[in-house]
């Protein structure tokens, strides 16, 4: 007992100051963060309203620490993500903003389904956008020294934001990560990307529905998206496959992140040569573009072609899942009555 009392009163004594040192060299951070916003032409104001009540959020340090190493399977991410909930909903809030989508899809080049499945796989169309304040998640990534010096940059971007009015500080909201509104923006990309649809001077991708396709649709586009173009497709492989794909040599064509996953980048001709056909067993399509493919679950599991699209959805998030995901969607999106995933 008197052990025990003993390791308290040293525990309290140990516990004050080391606290209070972490108070100031925050404070002090703090500050000098905010002497830096005031060089680049952030107002005073904005500071004071942005900055004002911020604090170091444990909370979101254990988020960033505690990403899961557990991957879910193919199949288990597929059905997670492109449910029957979720088509029939898109195909309600793709009727309900139909005019919005059509105006977007003509003015940027990017099919209105794909929007939507963006929109979709993203925050649930606007549904789960995240509700931690940005700047507090950005302040206290920026002060963690993991990554310091990107989510530095992004937190003075979102002061930028501020700044220009697009938004309110205590309206921007987001993932944990500082990923914001609708589309799940960083700020480094609502500054490149998000647009101001509908024209009332904020380029609003929390609350404004046109101005969030219309954000989606730029970053698209500006990643080569082609609207007389899909994303790819299911395909049938040969039995020989893996010993036609050794002997051509084929690699990754590019060491790109989630293209470090994908085959070659071959004409349809070429595929076809090699005894890939559509999924039904029939020729693949007739068209002069390139594909890679992919097998996310591995050799033996269901196998893609993917086209130029592909790679615009990965820039969205690169992750092979994500972008058949996305594509699968989009499909079921287009093809009315179709269901969710299905693994065969
Ligand atoms: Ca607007």
Redesign the pocket.
């Known amino acids: 007992m008197i052990f025990r009392l003993c390791c308290l009163v040293a525990a309290l004594l140990l516990a004050g100051p080391v606290q209070a040192d972490e108070r100031v060299a925050f404070d002090q951070w703090l500050a000098e963060l905010r002497a830096k916003a005031l060089t680049i032409g952030i107002r005073p104001e904005i500071l004071d309203a942005a900055l004002a009540y911020v604090r170091y959020d444990e909370g979101v340090v254990q988020a960033d620490r505690n990403q899961p190493e557990f991957k879910q399977t193919f199949d288990d991410y597929m059905r997670s993500r492109v449910s029957d909930a979720r088509i029939r909903m898109g195909q309600e809030k793709i009727r309900e903003h139909w005019d919005d989508l059509q105006a977007v899809g003509a003015a940027y080049g990017v099919q209105p389904r794909f929007i939507a499945a963006i929109w979709g796989i993203e925050t649930n169309y606007g549904r789960y956008t995240g509700g931690k304040n940005v700047v507090q998640s950005l302040v206290t990534l920026a002060y963690d020294p993991r990554r310091s010096e990107y989510f530095r940059k992004e937190l003075l971007e979102a002061l930028q934001i501020l700044n220009e009015g ?1 938004i309110s500080p205590e309206k921007m909201k987001g993932s944990w990560a500082g990923a914001m509104g609708q589309p799940q923006f960083m700020p480094s990309s609502f500054r490149a990307y998000a ?10 991708i929390w609350t ?1 529905p ?2 969030v396709f219309a954000s989606i649709a730029k970053y698209l586009k500006n990643y080569g998206w082609q609207d007389n173009r899909t994303w790819g497709r299911r395909v049938q492989l040969p039995a020989d496959f893996d010993a036609r794909i050794a002997a051509q040599g084929l690699g990754a064509p590019m060491d790109r992140c989630a293209l470090r996953e994908h085959l070659g980048d071959l004409s349809l001709d070429q595929w076809q040569a090699l005894g890939v056909r559509r999924s039904d067993g029939r020729a693949l399509p007739k068209v002069a573009i390139n594909a890679s493919l992919v097998r996310p679950a591995g050799d033996g599991g269901p196998a893609f072609l993917t086209y130029g699209n592909f790679r615009a959805i990965l820039r969205y998030n690169c992750s092979n899942f994500y972008a058949l995901a996305v594509g699968h969607l989009a499909d079921a999106l287009k093809f009315r009555g179709g269901g969710g995933y299905s693994a065969q």
């Open positions: 697009h647009e101001d649809f509908n024209g009332d001077g904020r380029r609003d404004t046109v101005d």
